[in-house]
């Protein structure tokens, strides 16, 4: 099962939508809402969930670390819709599935996906 963790950038109805296919929760659902960017990369770690913000510190916050997991999957798509922003994470994910089970840093508008490992 495809497991991410949207964060609070995202429309909570996104994970709703995901529900199809994804075990998907958005950060509101969890009461991480308000919560440190760390925090929730912790949270995604800890339930093996790749996460997904709107926020460029999430993939600094991963290297500082210096651990591979979780992937997170950074949007640059400002403006979609939850539906939008749902059919951008299947695609995203649909051609990185494989690296994101390894641990990745994925970066993805609506024309191109860019990968760090």
Do not use: W
Not at 6 to 24: R, T, V
Not at 47 to 64: G, K, S, Y
Request: aromatic letters at 2%; glycine letters at 6%; proline letters at 3%.
């Amino acid at each position: 099962m495809k497991r991410v963790l949207l964060d609070q950038g995202l429309a909570p109805h996104a994970a709703a939508i995901l529900q199809k296919g994804f075990d998907a929760l958005h950060v509101s659902e969890i009461g991480m809402e308000r919560a440190d960017d760390v925090l929730i990369l912790e949270r995604a770690r800890d339930d093996e969930r790749v996460c997904i913000p709107l926020d460029h510190d999430f993939h600094a916050h991963l290297a500082m670390t210096g651990q591979g997991h979780p992937s997170v999957i950074l949007l640059r798509a400002q403006g979609p819709d939850a539906q939008g922003q749902a059919n951008l994470i299947r695609v995203v994910y649909v051609q990185c599935e494989r690296v994101l089970r390894e641990g990745a840093a994925v970066s993805a508008d609506r024309r191109t996906i860019q990968l760090c490992r």
